[in-house]
Nanobody
Framework: QVQLVESGGGLVQPGGSLRLSCVAS????????MGWYRQAPGKQRELVAT???????NVADSVKGRFTISRDNAKNTVYLQMNSLKPEDTAVYYC?????????WGQGTQVTVSS
């Protein structure tokens, strides 16, 4: 049974930073492509960043230069470091294992950027 447990969300002021973590269990983590997606109220879920099993990354243009995705295979954990946060980054952030079409999802963690 696959479990993805996100943590690290919260309320932060514009310009601040947060680091999200996602701990995976029930999968052979090191061979999985992992990703972070987000969904703001009234909007569709969108890609934030992905990291493949070899460590290659893909980051959405809207967060490029501000967000970094990384993974620690020894800890079965994928991270999303978010810097220079903006109000438009406010959303529920979801961890994904195995791709958005057929993969598994975490329960999400709320990120709110507001003064």
């Amino acid at each position: 049974q696959v479990q993805l447990v996100e943590s690290g969300g919260g309320l932060v002021q514009p310009g601040g930073s947060l680091r999200l973590s996602c701990v995976a269990s029930g999968i052979f983590f090191r061979i999985y492509n992992m990703g972070w997606y987000r969904q703001a109220p009234g909007k569709q879920r969108e890609l934030v960043a992905t990291i493949n099993s070899g460590g290659g990354t893909n980051v959405a243009d809207s967060v490029k230069g501000r967000f970094t995705i990384s993974r620690d295979n020894a800890k079965n954990t994928v991270y999303l470091q978010m810097n220079s946060l903006k109000p438009e980054d406010t959303a529920v952030y979801y961890c994904n294992a195995g791709g958005p079409s057929f993969g598994d999802w975490g329960q999400g963690t709320q990120v709110t950027v507001s003064s």
